[in-house]
C-alpha cells in the first residue's frame, strides 16, 4: 500500500536555528496532513495540520508547507529551542478515512 | 480537560499470563484504535473500533484482543503474552474522520515480556 516516510531520521541544531523536517507522501488522494511531536516518554500530540487545497499553514512557530507536485510535506520551527527536541511525526489521511498513516518519524536534537 | 487514560503505564509480564491495558477516553469519540511503537518501525495499528460492538483488526493485529462494550472504553487484551510483544503501546480516539479530525494519543504503555 501507499505510505508517508520521512527523508532524514535525526536532525541536530543549535539553539535558536531553524529547523526544517521533511516527509514524502506516496497517496495522491490524501487531502488531509498532520503534525505530531512526540517528546521522551510521552504520547505523540498534534502540532499542526494542513488541507490538501492549501500549500501552507502557520502555527506559534511552525509552518507547516505541502507541495503537491512532487508530494513533499515539512515543517519548519523558528527560532527551535531546547524544548522542541522530540521526534515528530507526519500522517496523511484521505476521503473520510478515520484511519491515517504514519511515518517512522524523525528525532530533533536542540542543542544549547 | 480531553484526555486518553491508559493504565499501566508501565507493566513487567511472563510469557503466557494474560494481561488487559485499559483504555479511556473523556470526549465521547466515536473511533479509538492502539498501536504499537518499536524502534525503526513507527506507529503500527493493531485494532480499531468505530463504535460501540464494531473492532476490526489493523496491521498487526495476532496475538492481541480487543473489546468494545462502551463507547469511552476500549481494552487491549494479550490472552497469551510473548516476548515479541515486549513494545510500547498507544491507545487514541477520534471524533470522526477526514479533514479537521485529529487523533488524541494517551500517554503510552511500555509492556515487557521475560
Known amino acids: 500500500g501507499e505510505s508517508v516516510g520521512l527523508h532524514l531520521p535525526t536532525l541536530s541544531v543549535q539553539e535558536g536555528d531553524n529547523s526544517i523536517i521533511n516527509c514524502a507522501y506516496s497517496?495522491?488522494?490524501?487531502?488531509?496532513f498532520i503534525w505530531y511531536k512526540q517528546e521522551s516518554g510521552k504520547g505523540p500530540q498534534f502540532i499542526i495540520d494542513?488541507?490538501?487545497?492549501?500549500d501552507k499553514r502557520q502555527g506559534q512557530r511552525v509552518t507547516v508547507l505541502l507541495n503537491k507536485t512532487v508530494k513533499h510535506l515539512s515543517l519548519q520551527i523558528a527560532a527551535t529551542q531546547p524544548g522542541d527536541s522530540a521526534v515528530y511525526f507526519c500522517?496523511?489521511?484521505?476521503?473520510?478515512?478515520?484511519?491515517?498513516?504514519f511515518g517512522r518519524g524523525t528525532s530533533l536534537i536542540v542543542h544549547p | 480537560e480531553a484526555q486518553v487514560t491508559q493504565n499501566p503505564r508501565y507493566l513487567i509480564t511472563v510469557t503466557g499470563k494474560k494481561l488487559t491495558v485499559t483504555c479511556s477516553q473523556n470526549?465521547?469519540?466515536?473511533?479509538m484504535s492502539w498501536y504499537r511503537q518499536d524502534p525503526g518501525l513507527g506507529l503500527r495499528q493493531i485494532y480499531y473500533?468505530?463504535?460501540?460492538?464494531?473492532?476490526d483488526k489493523g496491521d498487526v493485529p495476532e496475538g492481541y484482543k480487543v473489546s468494545r462494550k462502551e463507547k469511552r472504553n476500549f481494552p487491549l487484551i494479550l490472552e497469551s503474552p510473548s516476548p515479541n510483544q515486549t513494545s510500547l503501546y498507544f491507545c487514541?480516539?477520534?471524533?470522526?474522520?477526514?479533514?479537521?479530525?485529529?487523533?488524541?494519543f494517551g500517554e503510552g504503555s511500555w509492556l515487557t515480556v521475560v
Open positions: 487514541a480516539s477520534r471524533s470522526g474522520g477526514g479533514v479537521g479530525n485529529t487523533i488524541y
Open positions: 497517496n495522491s488522494a490524501s487531502d488531509y
Open positions: 494542513i488541507r490538501s487545497n492549501m
Open positions: 500522517a496523511e489521511n484521505y476521503g473520510g478515512s478515520y484511519i491515517p498513516t
Open positions: 470526549m465521547n469519540h466515536e473511533y
Open positions: 473500533s468505530m463504535n460501540v460492538e464494531v473492532t
